[in-house]
């Protein structure tokens, strides 16, 4: 099939490349030229796993191609895509300005017939307006919007895209089921569910997942804070819930809770939705609440540890929101590099790939490409990222280096009894603290 994309960011490039390689054709369209050239070169503009491998195979075998010439996505497309990025408002509402633009410009270019499917994470009623707008615009052109909402994750995007957990079609009529049953066949005839619904359904239905997997962290996050008051083991604790297989592990993790451009702006957005439509989805707000409380708890942890900041030394292992990831938007780490440096701290930061974006975004955030050194000198070292190279790092080494023996586990990913045999001063998220035997005092 004929497939055109709008918006090569992380969702519209990895979508293109998916496509390319079930078979169909795939003109991918930015207006930012200077992307396009680079893709065009082979090279892609952001980190993600096996991305680059997908998107040469694709172009040489002259399946995937890039424009910067939007007409082009739209010439004979069967299936149009909107993977334009959706900010959030100063008020958290979702920002649909580029998402209404690329409706008004397809509207002139689509041929009969097209299946204009958005891919953004959007608020139900959206394509409802996209339809209105593309009619006001080109009020002759026979047109369907459906709502096919995507669940990848970065850092593991190629894999979340070919091999799904489940795809999800949002339609009003039946054309547009059959032409996304069509488009998706090679995923579904491997026994991927292709689930159907009305287009709002499948618009909340995005929104609903990522609210909830924020939820999971959150309730996580507010039995670590128990466990310690209890003297409870919050990571045991997501081991018995987690073997429940009405539960799940995944998403139980405790630490500084959950940061990145989704997770954060989706939840936001979703209790904004609610309000607008006089429900007080409380439950929510509190999920948003903990997870700012989390990065709080954990500021606390180093306050209480090392006393005044200012004149101290802080080291951050860990910028990026994630592991696997270069992305430092909404990143934990970083809102404490901003908090300890306000308060007077010099505060230097490792990550695996995250370093210079960080630097960009933090002023006097000093970095280090080397985990030893960046801990040199420091009264203490917060993890703040699951990278799992961190497991295996020397902590005698560390210690060594270190001016106190502190490090706050902000990801609880150290090993709680390999820490303490190393001397420290070993300070982890819901679980208890533990006093290794090196002199506090050098
Ligand atoms: C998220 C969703 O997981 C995807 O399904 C969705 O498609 C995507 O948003 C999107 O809407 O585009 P992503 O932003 O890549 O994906 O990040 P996640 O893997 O969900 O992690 C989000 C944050 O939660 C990270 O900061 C992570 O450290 C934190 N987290 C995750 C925890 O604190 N605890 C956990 O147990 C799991």
Redesign the pocket.
């Known amino acids: 099939m004929n497939v055109g994309v709008i918006g090569v960011g992380?969702?519209g490039l990895v979508t293109a490349g998916a496509l390319a390689e079930l078979g169909h054709r795939v003109m991918a369209v930015d207006l930012n030229r200077d992307k396009i050239e680079l893709l065009r070169s082979g090279k892609i503009p952001f980190y993600e796993p096996d991305l680059d491998d997908l998107i040469a195979v694709q172009a040489r075998t002259d399946r995937l191609f890039f424009d910067s010439d939007p007409r082009k996505a739209a010439q004979d497309a069967e299936v149009l895509f909107i993977c334009v990025g959706r900010p959030t408002t100063a008020t958290g509402d979702a920002s649909l300005t580029a998402v209404e633009a690329v409706g008004r410009d397809v509207a002139h270019r689509a041929g009969a017939g097209v299946v204009i499917a958005e891919k953004s994470?959007v608020p139900p009623g959206t394509a409802d307006r996209l339809r209105l707008t593309i009619a006001r615009e080109e009020p002759g052109l026979a047109f369907t919007v459906v709502a096919n909402p995507?669940?990848?994750?970065?850092?593991?995007a190629v894999r979340?895209t070919l091999r799904p957990d489940r795809i999800v079609v949002g339609s009003d009529d039946a054309r547009g089921f059959e032409v996304m049953r069509r488009l998706y066949k090679p995923l579904v005839d491997l026994g991927i569910p292709l689930i159907e619904t009305d287009v709002r359904t499948a618009e909340l239905s995005?929104l609903a997942?990522?609210a909830f997997?924020?939820a999971?962290?959150s309730f996580?996050n507010s039995l670590a804070r128990l466990a310690e008051l209890t003297g409870a083991d919050v990571v045991k604790i997501a081991e018995v819930m987690g073997a429940d297989t009405r539960i799940g592990t995944?998403?139980?993790?405790?630490?500084?809770?959950?940061?990145?451009?989704?997770?954060p702006k989706?939840t936001q957005t979703l209790e904004r939705i609610a309000q607008r439509a006089g429900y007080d989805f409380q439950l929510l707000r509190s999920v948003i609440l903990v997870n700012e409380e989390a990065i709080t708890a954990v500021a606390s942890k180093v306050e209480e540890a090392i006393w005044n900041l200012e004149g101290k030394r802080i080291s951050l292992l860990g910028l990026a929101?994630?592991a696997g990831?270069e992305d430092v938007r909404?990143?934990?780490a970083l809102v404490l590099a901003r908090r300890f440096i306000e308060e007077g701290a010099s505060v230097i930061g490792h990550d695996p790939m995250a370093a210079a974006a960080s630097r960009s975004m933090v002023p006097h955030l000093e970095t280090s490409d080397d985990p030893y050194e960046a801990v040199t000198g420091a009264h203490c070292v917060v993890v703040c990222?699951?990278w799992p190279e961190y497991r295996r790092l020397d902590l005698d080494r560390l210690r060594e280096r270190m001016a106190y023996p502190i490090v706050v586990d902000g990801?609880n990913v150290l090993d709680p009894d390999r820490a303490e045999r190393a001397g420290l001063t070993y300070l982890p998220i819901g679980r208890p603290a533990r006093h290794g035997e090196a002199n506090q005092g050098d």
């Open positions: 992380h969702v994470t995507e669940f990848l994750r970065e850092g593991n979340d995005k997942s990522n997997l924020a999971k962290i996580a995944s998403f139980l993790n405790a630490g500084l809770g959950f940061g990145g451009y989704c997770l989706d929101f994630k990831t909404g990143a934990p990222t699951d990801r």
